[in-house]
């Protein structure tokens, strides 16, 4: 599924123009016209509330990465990612709230960035953790060992001791000004939006490479047949360990960069529902495609923001409804997963390469 | 030691409910693959469904059978809905179809009854503890444990001696062999399901009765999980003391482990304990050991 044919009349001649990124002008040009709508024409049209939906979906993508190269590259289906995304988070809020760094550092304004770098590493290290378990078991008994990630790590360390340093009760609250990058307060939606777009685009491009290296193979062929993998000579247990750092990574990336987004971060932000909500996204975009979290992630935000303004005009005359739309949201949700899994079993990533197949072929599609 | 034993049948007593609820887990399992984690959500449908009808007025075991009944029927609808399509695809798949089969229960329960707390009114069993030698124990503990020991005693009998569970097990053994033998596959997944339901309903039914009901029940009946995979997947007798085992764990932490790690050392114990025991026995208690080829 990862390869698309190319159009008439384009040949390729050495391996450099066969592992180009951008194998066509065609292509070449549909990406710069996506960079520039990102960067330069979405910006100045959106308003405050669009943009908030755009920080959700990058987040929401920063946090499905992960997961989508555990599942979809590397096999190890991991039911608790959200406890990653709350360990980068709390790493970095801690590091920012609490650590005493230099007066120099401050004035540059280097302080979240180095606690982002820190907090991926944190998660990454805190994941690898709980990866371990991974070479022995798999299967169901490895998804269980995930879902003691969360529970431990959300539920356990992070709600009864971690919220508590500093004699703080529940929530981390973040004053104002205390998010920055360099001579920038990060303060407003648009300035998350910018900060999630190189995140995004940083952590899509460091995957995209890392999946078409050794490793990456590596991993897919652990997916396809961990054996096999052994026998060509493949640690299987170091490249497992491997992806859940890189998973444990990216994750934490995405927790520090929800922390610019909130005014307090409190572990009842990573839920299990969080967790399951990852894999839910890879599932509907389609498994095995990093197309399929970008996809997966817009689909699902914008449509339960769609849900969301379609309940919010009847909630004048039925009050009720607000309550209840929570309830529903859940219940769409799993309804959601269970009829992309039994009516379209290979996500919205494979429509997109079927598409995109279909106009490189045209005319002649045999 | 007073304490000591106390926590000890209390957990044992509570294990029992567990194991009722491991023991539809694991039937879903082995006769059809499907690892289910919509347990959870199974306990409280069947829960809230008997709660609804005790608080009407109706008596309390005609109110579980009704749940009984009802059970039976979602778990038939559920399997056919939405299982039945799913027979031969990957295993992440299906898996995945009962995540967003739980979400699905758990967003209708919560639409339909609320997360407020309930409890059953009137009592459904005496408050008074009742003392058998140094032990003091509490009615619902009791009768709940007394009540899964019967429908455990009810289930293993229904697998040994009827026809209906005689063909279960047959296609647990060997689908292709049963299916030649003139079982039919589709009906066994069916009554798997509606089984599974029942005895979710009947755990949660218990469970509710002893701290009342509300959405963390359905987290009590997460609990079967580290059961199922401590006693082994595909292993009846490994699934009752495995929910025995989690029980008087659970109960244990609370009472000893709690003065050092304040907080829900109780509700976490479980899975950490589950998680040390598999780098030692991957494969549970009694499970197969699956021998891989290539």
């Not at chain 2, 509606?194 to 009946?221: K, P, R, W």
């Not at chain 2, 929910?243 to 003065?259: E, R, S, T």
Request: net charge neutral; with cysteine; hydrophobic share 55%.
């Amino acid at each position: 599924m990862s390869t698309t044919f190319l159009p008439c009349s384009v040949y390729h001649e050495d391996y450099t123009q066969d592992h180009a990124w951008w194998q066509t002008k065609f292509v070449r040009g549909k990406m710069i016209l996506l960079f520039l709508l990102l960067f330069v024409v979405i910006p100045p049209f959106a308003d405050a509330y669009v943009m908030s939906v755009c920080n959700q979906i990058g987040y929401t993508i920063l946090g499905a990465l992960g997961v989508q190269l555990l599942i979809g590259y590397c096999g190890q289906v991991t039911l608790g990612h959200a406890a990653f995304l709350a360990v980068g988070a709390y790493t970095s809020t801690l590091l920012v709230l609490e650590f005493p760094w230099p007066k120099f550092l401050l004035d540059w304004g280097l302080a979240y960035p180095i606690s982002i770098i820190i907090a991926a590493i944190v998660a990454g290290i805190w994941s690898v953790l709980f990866g371990l378990p991974s070479a022995k078991v798999k299967g169901f008994y490895l998804i269980l060992t995930t879902m003691a990630a969360q529970f431990v790590t959300v539920d356990f360390v992070i709600a009864q001791y971690v919220s508590k340093i500093g004699g703080r009760g529940q929530a981390f609250s973040l004053p104002p000004g205390t998010i920055k990058i360099g001579p920038w307060v990060i303060d407003s939606d648009r300035k998350v939006y910018f900060m999630m777009l190189v995140l995004v685009i940083l952590c899509v491009i460091g995957l995209a490479n890392l999946l078409r290296s050794r490793a990456g193979r590596a991993w897919v062929a652990i997916r396809d047949n961990d054996i096999s993998a052994e026998v060509m000579g493949i640690n299987v247990v170091k490249y497992k360990l491997l992806a859940f750092f890189v998973a444990g990574f990216i994750g934490g990336i995405a927790g520090a960069f929800w922390i610019s987004n909130l005014a307090a971060i409190s572990y009842e932000h990573f839920p299990w529902f969080w967790s399951l909500w990852l894999v839910g996204v890879i599932l509907i975009g389609g498994v095995g495609s990093i197309h399929g979290a970008i996809f997966g992630a817009i689909f699902m935000v914008v449509v339960m923001e769609g849900l969301q303004l379609a309940v919010m005009p009847l909630a004048d005359t039925y009050p009720k409804l607000l309550i209840y739309f929570l309830f529903i949201k859940e219940a769409a949700f799993g309804l959601a997963i269970c009829a992309f899994l039994i009516f379209e079993p290979n996500g919205l990533a494979y429509r997109w390469w079927q598409i995109k197949n279909y106009f490189n072929l045209w005319p002649f599609s045999y | 030691m007073d304490v000591f034993l106390m926590t000890l049948t209390t957990g044992i007593m509570v294990g029992g409910i567990y194991a009722l609820i491991a023991l539809g887990w694991v039937l879903i399992y082995k006769c059809s693959g499907v690892l289910n984690l919509a347990m959870g959500e199974l306990t409280l449908i069947g829960a809230y469904v008997s709660l609804s009808f005790y608080s009407m007025g109706v008596p309390f075991l005609l109110s579980l059978l009704f749940s009984l009944i009802i059970g039976f029927v979602l778990g038939v609808l559920t399997e056919r809905i939405f299982l039945d399509r799913l027979i031969g695809e990957p295993i992440l798949s299906v898996i995945m179809v009962t995540v967003g089969l739980s979400f699905f229960f758990k967003g209708i329960v919560e639409l339909i009854w609320g997360t407020d707390t309930r409890v059953f009114t009137p009592a459904v069993f005496p408050l008074e503890p009742i003392q058998i030698g140094p032990l003091v124990i509490g009615q619902v503990y009791l009768w709940s444990f007394v009540a899964a020991i019967l429908l455990l005693v009810i289930f293993v009998g229904f697998f040994q001696y009827t026809r209906w569970g005689l063909a279960m097990q047959a296609t647990a053994d060997d689908e292709m062999a049963a299916l030649s033998l003139g079982v039919s596959a589709r009906f066994v997944y069916a009554t798997a399901w509606a089984i599974a339901f029942m005895a979710a309903g009947v755990g949660g039914t218990l469970l509710g009765n002893i701290n009342g009901l509300n959405i963390s029940v359905g987290y009590l009946g997460l609990l079967v999980l580290p059961a199922v995979v401590l006693g082994g997947l595909n292993s009846v007798p490994g699934a009752i003391m495995g929910g025995i085992i989690i029980g008087v764990l659970q109960n244990l932490a609370g009472a000893y482990l709690d003065k050092y790690f304040p907080g829900g050392v109780k509700e976490i114990a479980p899975f950490v304990f589950m998680v040390i025991f598999l780098l030692f026995k991957p494969y549970g208690l009694w499970g197969w050991e699956r021998i891989e080829r290539v």
